[in-house]
C-alpha cells in the first residue's frame, strides 16, 4: 500500500450563507521543506515571498517564487536574507516596498539584537531590492517588534510585546502622516486581550483587520485566524473567528488575503491520522512526507469576507 497524498488532501466543506469553504495546500513546491510560514505576494499574483525555517528556527530566511501560468517556479532565498534571522515578510500594496522581522545588527561590526521591524524598496517591480533599511523609533523599541503589514495609506499594523500592551502580545498600530510614524498604540479590547494576538494582516483600504488569536473561548482550540471589520466612525468591531475549515483545532495564523481574487493564504500546523495500518517504513515515509504532516505549511481558501461579514450580522 502506498498512501497517496491525494488520500489527505483536506476537502471538507463547511457552509455559510451560499459558500462552501474549502481549504487546499498551497505552493506544493515547497513540501520539501520542514517548515514554511508566511505568504505575501503581488497584486499580479506572479511573486510571492514566504519564510522557510529550520525545525527549531535558528536558521530562518525569506525566500521568494515567481509564476509562471499556473505553477510556481523553484524558489531561491531573497537578495537581502540568508544571515541573520529573517522572517514575516509582507509586500506594500504597490509592491515597491517589502517588510520583515529580522534580528540583524543595526550596524555589521556589533551583535545581533533583539527582533526589530525592516524593509527594503524597489523603483519598479522588475528592479533589485535595496540594502535592507531599520524602521527606527518610534515603531521599533527595546521590546521585540514582529509580523508588520501596511495599508496602502502607509499605516502600519504590527505584533509587539511593548509596555502598555493589554495583553502577553498585542496588535500594535502606527499612523502614517506627513512622512513619518506616530508612536504606536495597542488596538482596543475588540481585538486584543489579555492573552496573545499576533500577525496581524491589514486590507489595503484598512476596512478589515485579520489577526491570529490564541486559545481564545470563541476558537477552535491552539491560534485561530480573526477578523475584525471597520465601521464609518474608524471604530473596530469586535473580532470573530474565521469559520471551519480555515480554522482547525491546530495552530493556524499568518492570514494573507489576496484581494482581488478573494483568495486566503495561510499557515496552519494541521494533521490527520493514516486511514489504515502502516505495514512498511517506506509507507511510513510517505505518510511523514504528506502536506498534512503536522510541519508549518501554507494552505488556501476561497472566502468572500463580504459575505461572510453579513452572514455572521444576521446570524
Not at 502598555?164 to 499612523?175: C, K, L
Not at 496581524?200 to 470563541?218: K, P, Q, T, V, W
Not at 478573494?262 to 510517505?286: A, C, G, H, M, V
Request: aromatic content about 14%; charged content about 25%; overall charge negative.
Amino acid at each position: 500500500m502506498r498512501l497517496s497524498f491525494i488520500s489527505f488532501l483536506l476537502l471538507t466543506t463547511i457552509g455559510f450563507g451560499q459558500n462552501e469553504i474549502q481549504v487546499y495546500p498551497a505552493l506544493e513546491l515547497l513540501q520539501q521543506f520542514e517548515k514554511v510560514r508566511d505568504f505575501t505576494m503581488t497584486q499580479s499574483g506572479n511573486e510571492a515571498y514566504f519564510t522557510i525555517q529550520s525545525a527549531n528556527e535558528e536558521v530562518s530566511v525569506i525566500a521568494s517564487s515567481t509564476k509562471d501560468g499556473n505553477s510556481w517556479n523553484t524558489p531561491h532565498i531573497a537578495s537581502f536574507s540568508g544571515e541573520y534571522k529573517d522572517l514575516e515578510p509582507f509586500l506594500s500594496p504597490d509592491g515597491l516596498q517589502l517588510y520583515f522581522v529580522s534580528n540583524r545588527p543595526l550596524n555589521p561590526s556589533e551583535e545581533v539584537k533583539d527582533f526589530d521591524i525592516w524593509f527594503v524598496k524597489r523603483s519598479d517591480l522588475s528592479s533589485d531590492w535595496s540594502e535592507p533599511i531599520n524602521m527606527g523609533s518610534p515603531v521599533n523599541s527595546d521590546s521585540n517588534e514582529f509580523y508588520p503589514a501596511v495599508s496602502k495609506n502607509g499605516n502600519l499594523y504590527f505584533t509587539c510585546d511593548c509596555p502598555g500592551a493589554i495583553g502577553r502580545d498585542d496588535i500594535f498600530y502606527a499612523e502614517y502622516k506627513d512622512g513619518t510614524y506616530a508612536k504606536p498604540v495597542p488596538l482596543d479590547a475588540n481585538i486584543n486581550s489579555e492573552g496573545f494576538e499576533y500577525n496581524a494582516f491589514i486590507s489595503s483600504d484598512e476596512s478589515y483587520l485579520m489577526f491570529g488569536g490564541y486559545n481564545r473561548e470563541d476558537g477552535q482550540g491552539s491560534g485561530d485566524i480573526y477578523i475584525s471589520y471597520k465601521d464609518k466612525q474608524g471604530n473596530w468591531s469586535k473580532a470573530m473567528p474565521l469559520p471551519v475549515n480555515i480554522n482547525s483545532k491546530h495552530m493556524d495564523y499568518c492570514p494573507y488575503m489576496d484581494e482581488i481574487n478573494n483568495i486566503l493564504y495561510f499557515t496552519s500546523r494541521r494533521s490527520i491520522n493514516p486511514t489504515k495500518r502502516i505495514e512498511s517504513t517506506q509507507e511510513l515515509s510517505d505518510f511523514l512526507g504528506t502536506y498534512q504532516n503536522g510541519n508549518s505549511r501554507l494552505y488556501k481558501a476561497k472566502i468572500d469576507l463580504e459575505k461572510f461579514k453579513n452572514h455572521k450580522t444576521k446570524s
